[in-house]
């Protein structure tokens, strides 16, 4: 039996269909992550807060990152727990809407949200300074000696 030539216009044609899934299927999942991630308290349509964080080690401390745009130093709490524990908190009130708006896109977050890290054993929790600007918290703890 002869040989068939690879057709290229096929596997376009099956690479396609399967793209076509995959896009389908990512767009389900982004609706599903969608309905998961947003909260319904006080039947609103909020937003799950996120905290992204960086952390960093060098010679003398640790320096922590963290991206919280839109907020202000009094919407973020920052405390020790148990000695080693740092909590940081932060909580960004919905936009309290007048009557008579009306509202064809909200995607901005709102909401609380919590971060717990176990401070390495060298970290001075005594030594811990803050700094918040534009949105973003960076923390040094220094390291004992």
Do not use: C, W
């Amino acid at each position: 039996m002869p040989k068939r030539p690879l057709s290229l216009t096929s596997f376009d044609n099956t690479s396609s269909l399967i793209n076509k899934v995959i896009r389908s299927t990512l767009q389900d999942f982004d609706l599903l992550s969608d309905s998961l991630l947003s909260s319904n308290h006080n039947h609103n349509n909020s937003r799950l807060l996120t905290m992204p964080l960086d952390i960093k080690e060098s010679a003398t401390s640790y320096n922590i990152i963290a991206d919280l745009p839109g907020l202000t130093k009094q919407d973020v709490k920052i405390s020790v727990h148990d000695g080693n524990v740092l909590v940081l908190e932060a909580e960004r009130k919905q936009e309290s809407k007048e009557e008579g708006d009306k509202f064809y896109r909200q995607e901005r977050s709102s909401g609380y949200v919590s971060r717990s890290l176990a401070l390495p054993d060298n970290a001075d929790h005594d030594k811990i300074s803050a700094k918040f600007d534009n949105g973003v918290l960076t923390l040094t703890i220094d390291k004992k000696q």
